[in-house]
């Protein structure tokens, strides 16, 4: 199963004061690297740095190849 490029998104402190704002935690699940965001801009940054990070790793590297099981 491919994980790269799948993000665990947890919101937090829903307001009805504030009720476009958007803040939580992100989590890519292959590597494990988490960032707390405050904005919807925030949250779709970090996930744009680790799709392009994804992008440019060499393909030897690469884990959603087929025929790639994690243990």
Do not use: C, W
């Amino acid at each position: 199963m491919a994980v790269r490029g799948t993000f665990v998104v947890q919101l937090r402190n829903f307001s009805q004061r504030e009720p476009d704002r958007l803040e939580g935690l992100v989590e890519e699940v292959d590597t494990g690297k988490q960032r707390h965001f405050k904005s919807e801009n925030d949250l779709i940054r970090f996930m744009r740095e680790r799709v392009a990070d994804i992008q440019d790793s060499p393909k030897e590297q690469r884990t959603d190849e087929p025929g790639y099981y994690r243990s």
